[in-house]
C-alpha cells in the first residue's frame, strides 16, 4: 500500500451544547484525491478547520508523513506541510496573481527580513527564484497569461485556480480544498476537474470538501461520509453510494 500522508484519529468538537466532531478518524495515502461529504451541518468545515488549526480539537491525534502534528496554529499547521483554500476565496485582492503566489513560496524561503530590507544578493536571487516558480505555477493551473493582472479583477473560476497555485506554491504534502466548485459553472467543473486529475497525476494529495455529488463521486478515490458530527460510512464512492445508512442520511434525499 501507498505511504500514508494524513493519519487524524478520534478528532472531537464540542460548540457548547453541540458535538460537531465524534471520534472522527481518517487515512489518506499519497496520490489520493479524499473527499468528505456530508448534508449540511455536518461537521465538513469544523473537520478542516480543526485540521488546519483554526479551531482547537477537543480530542484527536494527528501525523502528516509520519510525523506527528499538533494543529495548534495555522501557520504551524502550514509550515507542518498543510495547505488550504478556503469556501469564500481569501486571496489579496490588490495583488496581482504573480504576487498573491509568490506570498505562498515565500513560506518555504530563507533570506528572512534582514536580506529583504538591505536586499542583499542572496535575497534577489530567491525573489527570482520565487517569481519564476510562480509563473510556473500559473501556467500550469493554466492562467499564465493573467500573472500581472490584479487577483480582483480575475473570473471566479480563475480565483479558485489561482488560491490552488497558492497552495501549491507552499510544496504541501496536503492539499485541503474547501468547496473548489461552489458557484463555478458547468465549463469551470469540468476544468477544475481536469486541473484536480492532473496534480493527482503529480503525486500530490488532495482533500476536499464538496457539495457537488456527482464530481466528489467522479473525482475522488475515497470519501468519508459525516453525518450530525459522526463518521457514517467511508469507502470507494462505490462503496459509500450503496451504504444503506449513507443513502438514508443523504443520497437518498437529493443530495446537497
Ligand atoms: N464556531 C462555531 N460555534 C458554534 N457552533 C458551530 C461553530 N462552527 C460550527 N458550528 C456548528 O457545528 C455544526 C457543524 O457545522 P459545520 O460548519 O462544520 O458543518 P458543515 O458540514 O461544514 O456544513 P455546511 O455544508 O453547511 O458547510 C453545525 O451545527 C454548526 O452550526
Redesign the pocket.
Known amino acids: 500500500m501507498s505511504e500514508t500522508i494524513l493519519k487524524v484519529a478520534n478528532v472531537s468538537k464540542r ?2 451544547g ?1 458535538q ?2 465524534s471520534d472522527v478518524g481518517i487515512e489518506i495515502h499519497r496520490g489520493e484525491v479524499y473527499g468528505l461529504i ?12 480543526v485540521l488546519t488549526g483554526l ?1 482547537t480539537p477537543d480530542s484527536g491525534s494527528f501525523e502528516l508523513a509520519g510525523k506527528s502534528y499538533k494543529p495548534t496554529a495555522v501557520h504551524e499547521v502550514a509550515k507542518a506541510g498543510i495547505a488550504r483554500t478556503f ?1 469564500n476565496i481569501r486571496l489579496f485582492p490588490d495583488m496581482t496573481a504573480l504576487e498573491n503566489v509568490m506570498v505562498g513560496r515565500h513560506m518555504r524561503t530563507h533570506s528572512g527580513l534582514i536580506g529583504a530590507v538591505f536586499r542583499t544578493s542572496s535575497f534577489k536571487k530567491e525573489e527570482a527564484e520565487i517569481a519564476a516558480r510562480a509563473h510556473e505555477l500559473l501556467d500550469y493551473v493554466g492562467i499564465g497569461k493573467f500573472a500581472d493582472y490584479k487577483s480582483r479583477t480575475l473570473s471566479y473560476g480563475d480565483q479558485r485556480r489561482l488560491e490552488i497555485a497558492r497552495a501549491l506554491a507552499t510544496d504541501p504534502q496536503l492539499i485541503a480544498l474547501d ?1 473548489p466548485a461552489a458557484g463555478m459553472n458547468a465549463t469551470e467543473k469540468i476544468q477544475l476537474r481536469e486541473l484536480i486529475d492532473q496534480i493527482r497525476k503529480d503525486n500530490r494529495t488532495i482533500l476536499l ?1 464538496e ?1 457537488d455529488v456527482k464530481l466528489v463521486m467522479g473525482l475522488c478515490d475515497r470519501v468519508t461520509v ?1 453525518d450530525y ?1 459522526k463518521q457514517l460510512s467511508s469507502g470507494t464512492p462505490a462503496e459509500v453510494q450503496n451504504d444503506p445508512k449513507v443513502i438514508e442520511a443523504y443520497l437518498g434525499t437529493g443530495g ?1
Open positions: 460548540f457548547g453541540l460537531a466532531l456530508g448534508p449540511n451541518g455536518a461537521g465538513k468545515t469544523t473537520f478542516f478547520n479551531y469556501q468547496e470538501i457539495h459525516l458530527g446537497a
